[in-house]
């Protein structure tokens, strides 16, 4: 019997039993909003079972084992996630999420749109959300952008449009091979540039880490001593990246001088705004982010102070011509047409390297539309002033030391032991911070500052409350003579 004949003739993939499936689609709905209504409950992190990991390792199956049994093993992982929908989520930066998200995804899923292009619904959408960012920069209007995965692609494309401006876009063709292209940024620049440096060819040495100020902002008489050694190097100077919240510490830099030495110098300025840059929804944070504007170009995320579902990020160019000249290839099978479905232009994939593209717009105008952005501007402030509380409470107290200034949202602090050298101290806060993420009462990181292990509290969450800081610190304090013991073993 030939493959296809086993198999009703009619209905594809769709359910054979549309009630049955309706049924188990308003399950999985309600343990989904069960999941999100308790996400301030129970551990933060839990760790897979054993037995459920099994349940992830069979072979390829021939014969699928039907909707109802593949619906039991969906809900069965939702308890298991990163931890990022609880209050005391504060590792690394992540969004907590919204349940409203849940619609946008419904929807999504439902009209399983590729935006690559074409004249769809969807289309007009991205165009939208895309119409609402540069309004929030104040980019100018004829700016060009992309709703992608993350501020990594964002970046990536980014760069890839200052590389090829500089070579006048015959890199398109002929590749960078001996431009010795070079570009800047700081220290505490997000790893995500250096690579996009190499996806692009330049290599990762070609971006030159600048050193920070007291406040860990770019130095930038440090800056420009670097661009005018390149040049009298017969170096080819070509981008400054910009910090609007570096991942460690949180700290801006100062985006107007950065982008005054960008004019001077003929360099493309790139902001890496990945959580910061939202920063302009609070009215604090805003004076801070002066100069963004000026940028030639934007990376920064919706899944993080947005708090979009995962994955929604986005890049601004401010010449949407240059950002065209970068990607547009249009071959005879992508012709555009002034009517019908293959009008619309200029499409996405001329602005990017996918073609086919999810509809992640969609979370991202279902957010601002539901909530507006005083009120995500507002959580983004008491954000801010979580970890002003927190700097405070550190510094009341005998035991913690503060690592660095808090900038924005992070505060980078350690425990203090006596008899322990900063090798001990190093291992002991590692080892604190292992704990309270198994423990499952807070999840912080660890980073690095000035060269010695530092807890990283980073908070992006809309449910984190203020008390929560104190929870975090008895939590550390109850904990602390049983970390010293291993530690020290
Ligand atoms: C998270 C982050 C990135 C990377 O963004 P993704 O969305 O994870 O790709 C880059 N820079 C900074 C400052 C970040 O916080």
Sequence with gaps: MAQADRYPAQGGLDPQDWDAFRARAHDMLDAALEQMKSAEQGAVWTPLPEDTKETYRTPLPREGKGGEAVADQLAQLLPYGVGNTHPRFFGWVHGSGTPGNLMADIAAAALNANLGGRDHGAMYVEKQVLDWVRELFDFPEDSSGLVVSGTSVATVIALKTARDRALGWASRKEGVDGARLVGYTSEQTHSCVARAFDILGLGSDALRKIPTDADFRIDLEALTHAIDA?????????????????????????????????????????????????????ETVRPMLKGLERADSLAFDFHKWMHVNYDAGCVLISSEEEHRKTFSERPEYLKAASRGLAAGNPWPVEYGPELSRGFRALKVWTQIAEHGTDRIGAMVERNCGQAVLLGKLVDAADDLELMAPVALNICCFRVLRAGLDDTALDALNEEIVIRLQEDGIAAPSTTKIHGRVAIRVNITNHRTKDEDMEILLSAIKRIVPDCSQEAAE
Excluded at 235 to 242: E, K, L
């Design 230 to 282: 390149d040049r009298a190097a017969g170096y080819h100077p070509f981008a400054v990246i910009g910090t609007a919240g570096a991942v460690n510490v949180g700290s801006i830099d100062d985006l107007s001088a950065v982008a005054d030495i960008a004019a001077k110098e003929n360099l493309w300025m790139h902001v890496d705004g990945a959580f910061g840059a939202l920063g302009v929804l609070s």
